[in-house]
């Protein structure tokens, strides 16, 4: 009954609903690329200006980002791809690391059962077997349009040419210089620190590229790259082998596709968390008409995290690789399963993290990431999270091909209730074993609005990616941001353990502290080194498209 007086109240308040706010981001006509660095960004739209389309950008974007932000740009890690073709057909590609066949259970464990600390987060322990490279060769065999060949020259231009050391860079490289010198010694390429204005140039990268644009997939799969990387893992006390490279395969996966309002949502499923736990947060928050007030109201902050909550104490729970453990997703995303959750909901306290567990479930059996949004001049969407995990990854830096390395297996639980790099505490869905992907937070995310395409999005930002993506879609949706508004508007995060909420400093009202601080809540405002980073492109009402590059980074958009 109460969903039939909600439902009738939106379509009343829905009927008068104001105009979109203007754009205050670029605005192009045609075709855009938001991603984390402006070269990257504008090779992507450079491969769409000669002809090609968003999937043969992708390819390129993803292989420019491992040359201009190899913080998180990536040969050596994962992602994950949904996508929306202009015919309307959607889908979802896993390009996502996975366990070496050595890998087990306890690997992280000393002989007292105890996580052994830095053994899955630094150097070659913690590295997951690479997707990217399977990733780009699937999304190319399958939709591209351009020789591979042609796709890979510019980015190889770009690693002979170097790339101009921005502020944000120089300081990631100081901040991490002596883990990534710990890590591979005196010899390598970033021994020499470079300061703002230098040339960052990887010639090593540059042959690694020229040898897979000739060879294809097999190159790193199995081919010459292939033998280097294994030597030189193992070399360093990694696990990976020759086998494992050569069995690793990229998914087509069926994204997590919902409604909320008169939004159709179409995210990334597991072995990622995102769309799952979005699905939920929205579905719980629906009823309650959190768009009815102050974006940054107590009101809305209280809604928002206690939606959070219930759905990250899920999604540790239940969540893991759908090729090894059995998920509900039918009772998770199930109406009548999430307005339960929402039972013990009340305005007038919050409530506290250790009453909530994850849900009654009767089931038949169990920093650093960047994200960026396409949308090309046919009308294709492709909405792009990839990874290294920690920033820089493991630090281990192959000198010889020229990339870092992900340290992918700290996203697996090393032991239940033990919290891995970003606070999330694991249970058995998401224990370790050979082959299984490990559980990701990444929420890459396109939207339709009356049927047609309307918005582009996700985030990098470990566990708060999913708040992020969530928050960055209210503000434009329910509080009528333009999307650049909504990528600079403030977050905050909470994911059940800890039980705090999480603001960017400096950022919220005293007095809405207060009042939830009144309400029970702990509020963290310590500075967090990322509360997302969101890239995303809004479709106006004249099919033009307005970016949002996300202020706290370099990101960029680019379009014509
Ligand atoms: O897959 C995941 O959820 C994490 N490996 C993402 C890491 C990340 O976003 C780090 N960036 N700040």
New binding site residues.
């Given amino acids: 009954m109460r969903r039939i007086i909600y439902g009738l109240l939106f379509v009343l308040v829905g009927a008068c609903t104001e105009t979109p706010a203007e754009p205050t981001g670029l605005v192009t006509k045609n075709a855009m690329v938001v991603s984390a660095r402006e070269e990257a960004s504008a090779i992507g739209v450079e491969i769409l200006q000669r002809g090609g389309n968003a999937f043969d950008a992708m390819i390129g974007t993803e292989l420019a980002l491992a040359v201009a932000y190899p913080f998180?740009g990536n040969l050596g890690g994962g992602g994950f791809m949904v996508y929306r073709k202009n015919n309307g057909d959607v889908g979802a590609l896993d390009y996502r690391e996975k366990a070496p066949m050595a890998a087990h259970k306890d690997m992280y464990l000393d002989s007292s059962g105890a996580v052994i600390p830095g053994l899955s987060t630094k150097g070659a322990t913690g590295v997951g077997v690479p997707g990217t490279i399977a990733g780009i060769f699937e999304v190319h065999r399958q939709f591209g349009t351009i020789p591979m060949e042609e796709i890979i020259a510019p980015v190889i231009e770009l690693v002979e040419t170097g790339v101009r050391v921005t502020e944000k860079q120089a300081a990631r490289l100081e901040k991490y210089w002596e883990d990534i010198i710990e890590i591979n010694g005196d010899n390598t390429l970033f021994y020499n620190k470079c300061k703002v204005g230098d040339t960052l140039r990887y010639p090593a990268l540059a042959n690694t590229l020229k040898r897979i644009a000739k060879n294809g997939r097999e190159e790193f799969y199995s081919g010459e790259t292939a033998k280097i990387l294994a030597d030189f893992i193992q070399l360093k006390g990694g696990y990976i082998t020759l086998e494992d490279l050569d069995g690793y395969e990229a998914k087509w996966r069926q994204p997590i596709i919902f409604n909320y309002k008169d939004l159709r949502l179409i995210s990334m499923c597991p072995p990622?968390s995102g769309g799952v736990t979005i699905n939920q947060i929205f579905k719980m928050i629906e009823p309650y008409d959190i768009g009815n007030g102050e974006h940054h109201s107590a009101r809305t902050l209280q809604l928002f995290t206690e939606a959070a909550r219930r759905a990250y104490a899920d999604r540790n729970y239940f969540l893991g690789d759908p090729d090894f453990v059995d998920i509900p997703l039918d009772i998770l995303l199930s109406q009548g399963y999430i307005d339960e959750r929402m039972d013990s909901f009340s305005f007038s306290h919050a409530t506290p993290s250790e009453d909530i567990h994850e849900g009654q479930v009767i089931m038949a059996e169990h920093?650093?990431?960047t994200h960026y949004s396409i949308v090309d001049q046919f009308g294709n969407a492709v909405s792009v999270t990839t990874?290294l995990?920690?920033a820089y990854g493991s630090k281990l830096y192959c000198d010889e091909l020229g990339f870092f390395l992900n340290n992918?297996m700290d996203?697996f639980s090393a032991k239940p209730g033990v919290p891995n790099m970003?606070g999330l505490i694991g249970a058995e869905a998401n224990s370790i074993a050979p082959g299984k992907r490990m559980l990701?937070?990444?929420t890459p995310t396109i939207i339709e609005k009356d049927g047609k395409l309307w918005m582009v999005v996700g985030s990098?930002?470990?566990?708060k990616?999913i708040t992020a993506v969530a928050q960055t879609i209210l503000y434009v949706y329910e509080f009528n941001m333009s999307m650049q508004e909504a990528v600079n508007t403030p977050r905050f995060h909470h994911q059940w353990l800890p039980d705090e909420i999480v603001f960017e400093p400096g950022e919220f009202s005293e007095e809405t502290k207060d009042e939830l601080r009144e309400k029970g809540y702990i509020i963290n405002e310590t500075l967090t080194p990322?509360m997302g980073k969101v890239d995303g492109i809004r479709i106006l009402s004249d099919g033009s498209l307005e970016g949002g590059a996300d202020r706290r980074g370099d990101d960029t958009a680019v379009g014509f």
């Fill in positions: 998180a990622s920093d650093e990431t990874t995990n920690g992918e996203d970003f990701s937070s990444m990098p930002g470990g566990s990616i990322i």
